[in-house]
């Protein structure tokens, strides 16, 4: 075995048993994880208490749909420490399978020691950071989703692991959209089957708690938390935090409009899928009206793209804002959020600003020719 590949292997060792060993020595509270469980419980006993409940000391409720709270029915049937084990290793190997669909989509070679090299770094990203030690299910959504997207066009049953992303977190209907502008209109056919799939089989398990989620409980944004505070690097936090008011209004709900039709209209005229996919994704974090700095888990695929691409010095540039963790250095108890000065604005929305940046860049550029861009789309 080649040095280099030993080497790969070692770091990829040492950054797991570093991040496991911060984990235990922490006594992470895996909050979402207890929030997955609760669900899970409710659900198996009919789900009529599912969106009533509140867990952990933050006092945090059921919000994906029922049929999510179908797939976590098992976390009931388990210990609770051995649960937290399941995630924690199991988010891991996600950090892995996330590289490795990341190089594919980039056209980059995903040799076994690249993708633990790779993994080794990527654990201590911020969102990717945040997720794992959270608990959360982003990286599940993102491995559907890209899974399904480097698959052939015209390939059986693409665009149905979209659809059951969707029907798990709602937001990845924005690479439904994507699919049918794109004119790929049979991917997203089976993509928004796929989502209607979801909605029918939980409706079907879960009747009075569908009615409520669909009819009243999806229109309670205030149900996920906060839109103000420096966690939500969505396009709505960045103006909430900018003006210093936690109802931006119509101050976000314009711009957020702009940048959901120029973000699409910008991944559709890309000159390769991987570029599409990766505005795509930027386009659903920004307009969300949260997006945690966990669900920035994108920023693995928008590394690999722009690395494939030949910006090596702006993708150091970018790993590192996802590394530099600059939301955290900045008072943000309370309502402190809301008070921030003007210099410390970037410093608070370190992913909406790249976002909307790349947005930017991406819709000076010229659009590739129907030709080229059919060619490298479709091979």
């Known amino acids: 075995m080649c040095t280099r590949k030993v080497a790969a292997y070692l770091l990829l060792g040492l ?30 006993g009919g789900g009529g208490d599912l969106y009533g409940f509140t867990v952990t000391e933050w006092q945090l409720p059921a919000t994906y749909p029922p049929f999510a709270a179908l797939l976590f029915v098992p976390m009931g049937w388990m210990p609770l420490a051995v649960l937290k084990g399941v995630f924690l290793l199991g988010n891991i190997g996600l950090v892995a399978l996330l590289v490795h669909l990341s190089c594919r989509l980039a056209g980059l070679t995903a040799t076994r020691a690249r993708t633990c090299l790779l993994t080794g770094g ?19 959504l993102a491995c559907l989703i890209l899974g399904d997207l480097v698959r052939s066009d015209g390939a059986r049953g693409k665009g149905v692991l979209l659809g059951v992303a969707t029907g798990i977190k709602l937001t990845p209907a924005v690479f439904i959209v994507y699919l049918y502008v794109t004119g790929r209109r049979r991917e997203a056919a089976c993509a928004a089957a796929g989502c209607a799939g979801t909605v029918v089989l939980g409706a079907l ?21 906060k839109a103000w ?14 003006v210093h008011t936690a109802e931006p209004g119509l101050l976000w709900a314009v711009p957020a409009v702009l940048v959901a039709l120029g973000g699409l209209y910008a991944a559709s005229r890309a000159r390769t899928e991987a570029h599409g996919v990766a505005l795509t994704a930027l386009t659903a974090l920004l307009v969300s009206p949260i997006s945690w700095s966990h669900h920035w888990v994108w920023c693995v695929p928008l590394l690999a793209v722009l690395w494939a691409a030949g910006h090596r010095r702006t993708t150091v540039a970018v790993a590192l804002l996802f590394t530099a963790r600059t939301m955290w250095l900045l008072p943000h108890q309370g309502d402190l959020d809301l008070q921030l000065a003007w210099w ?3 410093l608070a929305s370190p992913y909406p600003l790249l976002g909307l940046g790349l947005l930017v860049v991406a819709l000076r550029q010229p659009s590739a020719s129907s030709s080229s861009a059919s060619t490298i789309r479709y091979a």
Do not use: K
């Open 205 to 225: 398990v879960l009747p009075y708690a569908s009615w409520e989620f669909w009819t009243r409980r999806l229109y309670e944004t205030g149900r996920v938390g």
């Open 344 to 346: 410390q604005q970037p």
């Open 229 to 242: 505070i420096v966690d939500n690097q969505s396009l709505q936090g960045l103006i909430a935090r900018a």
């Open 122 to 140: 990527a654990l201590w990203l911020e969102p990717l950071f945040q997720t794992v030690l959270f608990g959360q299910i982003n990286l599940v």
């Open 15 to 44: 950054s797991v048993a570093a991040f496991v060993g911060l984990c235990v020595f922490q006594h992470a509270p895996m909050a979402d994880v207890l929030v997955y469980r609760a669900e899970g419980v409710a659900a198996a």
